[in-house]
């Protein structure tokens, strides 16, 4: 099984548990995007849709994995791939149904009749700002310079063609640019997701109106977590491109099963991301430390499902934020009504557009 | 210190903001010289447009409570140890609060009722040692 073989064979059953499981790392009082008062959030309805969704997600990964396991060694590795969308987008409307139904209930029984919706914040979250943990980032620049001085190291002695991971066999003439390419992925994914997390931790923190002393301390705990559980699947991807590298450069040669063995610490990072995730929920909801303490709540958190396009996408001009805490599963999400994030998503797709397109310039 | 709006409230949102911070500062959760988020910061913390922060910066920095630098930020100016007032700012204050109890006593809240309320409300600020 070659790398790229495990990498698809991962993605089905890694997407069907996350997709899956992704109600229970998400607020209480956001259940599949549609935000309800703290006194609705174990509602008849919320309850049922929840269970159903479960039921029917489980079934639609475990075909996903079947079809996937059979369907295995037929056909192109694209195969694997239609599988996976398919498995997202059944995933996703049974997101959209469960929406709906509580949506319906919501409004029908008007939940927010009488709530004086607010919202809060915690100034000292500028004034005392969380730092950083540059130190976490050390792994990741580390394995990029291994790359460097081993690249380096073996460069006069690699073949005048050179066997490239993906390529069906094809050989490519050396030169500076085939034989680093590796390190310029490296380079371009820690940019990326350190720039990301950077971002992230400008951008407003989740508040609870109901406590926002605690769910401001909860939110500090999450984001320390969330960042180095980032930093370290980072520094597992280098050192898993590392491992393609050495074997572009002719260091090792692995065959059969063993030839997945790049993978494997991407695969290590992803499952350290997804646990950490699971425990401490999205915004800290799933940390102790809550409910009911810190002074009397001056009111509910305001009803914004109307900026939430299909309870997944953000998109409200009169937000000045650029990200904001996603509604579905742990992570953010941009506010698409800002122009910046346009601005930044468009960066995010050029830079590995414009190396392809100098790669092809140069006959890769 | 925590900071609420209501933003679909009766009360513009800049003087929601205002408000919030002259009560923070009563109270001593914001003493003079502590420092408050940037109008950018504060606008993307309560999801509101940057203007509406700086109007209810604006106010309180003509009231002398706020100070605006370009390198310190924005810093809480006095509280309730920075010594008297100017003695018009008490003419313009007393007349505004003449307006208040009015609408109480329009209102019919015993005399008693609207002087507990009072007292409450001083109850809650932080004055300085040695002062009733």
Redesign the interface.
Known sequence: MSASRLFAEVTVPFFAVTLCLAPAVTRPTLPFGVRVPPERASATVIRHERRIYYVRTAAIGACCIVLAVLLQGYGSWWLTRIILLLEVAADLGCYWLARRKITAVKTAEDWYAGH????????????DPPRFPVRWLIPALIVIAVTIIVGALRYPDLPARLALTGRGGRRVPRSVVTAFAVVAVQVYVTALWTGMMLLVYR???DIE?AD??ASTRRYRRFLAACTRAVLTLLALVNLSMLLVALRNWQVYRLTGAASALPVLPFVVGLLVLAAVSFRVGQGGSRLPGGAGGH?AA??TD?DDDRFWKAGLIYV?R?????LVGSRFGVGWTFNLANPTAWLVIAAIVAVPAGLTAISVTVGL | ?????????PVPIYQQIRDRIVEAIAGGRQPAG?????T???????????HTVNKGYDLLRQEGLLRIGRKSGAVVQRDAGSGPPRPDWAQDWAARLQTLLAEAAAQGLPAEDIMRYCCEAIAAFAFPEGQP
């Open positions: 004086r919706q607010i919202v809060a914040t915690d100034t000292s979250w500028r004034t951008s407003r923190p109106a926002p002393a002074g001056a009111g305001r409200n009169d937000d000045p934020a650029l | 210190m925590l900071l609420s709006v209501e933003p679909d409230g502590s420092g408050l988020p940037s950018r910061q504060l606008a993307v913390d309560l999801g509101v447009n940057f």
